[in-house]
């Protein structure tokens, strides 16, 4: 599989198949494709199934393969950031914000990631339920805004204000800080509770989380409707 990744504010990456390869998808994200494409909609595993569903996706699974020669297929963004291509192997598995896995080769799995501390199931907002792309193939998500990439070392940490992180390796832990201070609290903006990443391994930050967005723009919204 071949593949080009073009646009910018809203990207898309355009996968170019040879004959009997196949991409799966979570979603509705596929924009175009060649005839030959073939799809095929099923739920697999019922563990799988549900897994999915409590991470953020369809209980479904979209598998295309290009039938009887060379296909294309293009998926699209869902919103303004970028589409970054992940190589997956077994022993690099990766773990990504909900919503934020887009399209991998059939070779690679997505399952439900659970952190292990229920602080961060509680109030981490994206935090406890994440997704995990294992297996091996490539692999592309949805990031929003613009990214910055992190390489922590062992016990090295980075707070992070939730919804910010998009993606670490599964090397990465994770866990809950509360803001102290009750001033920093009922004045500061921030809400309760920060994000705390734990190395070793890769951390990417986005700059404009659709949740932050969301709650930008409800005040005008509200206004609006009155």
């Known amino acids: 599989m071949k593949y080009e990744i073009q646009g910018e504010p809203m990207p898309v990456v355009i996968c170019q198949l040879e004959g009997g390869e196949s991409m799966i ?3 509705g994200s596929m924009v175009w494709m060649t005839p030959n494409m073939g799809m095929e909609t099923g739920a697999g595993s019922l563990g799988r199934a549900f897994g999915r569903m409590f991470s953020g996706e369809s209980i479904f699974q979209n598998t295309y393969t290009a039938q009887g020669g060379p296909g294309m297929i293009a998926f699209a963004s869902s919103f303004p950031g970028t589409i970054r291509a992940i190589q997956i192997d077994p022993a690099h598995p990766v773990v990504v914000q909900k919503r934020g896995f887009l399209a991998a080769e059939r070779s690679v799995e997505l399952s439900v990631f659970f952190q292990k501390k229920l602080g961060a199931g509680f109030f981490g907002g994206e935090g406890f339920i994440m997704q ?3 297996g ?5 998500v949805e990031l929003d805004g613009s990214v910055v990439e992190y390489e922590l070392q062992s016990g090295q940490s980075l707070v992070v204000d ?3 992180l998009a993606m670490m390796d599964a090397t990465c832990s994770m866990d809950i800080q509360m803001i102290k201070g009750v001033k920093n609290v009922l004045f500061g903006g921030e809400g309760l509770f920060n994000t705390v990443v734990t190395g070793p391994g890769r951390v990417v930050l986005q700059t404009m989380p659709v949740s932050g967005v969301a709650d930008a723009l409800a005040p005008f919204i509200q206004t609006g409707s009155k």
């Open 25 to 27: 998808t979570e979603r």
């Open 162 to 164: 939730s919804g910010n």
């Open 132 to 134: 995990k792309l294992s």
């Open 136 to 140: 091996s193939g490539t692999a592309f």
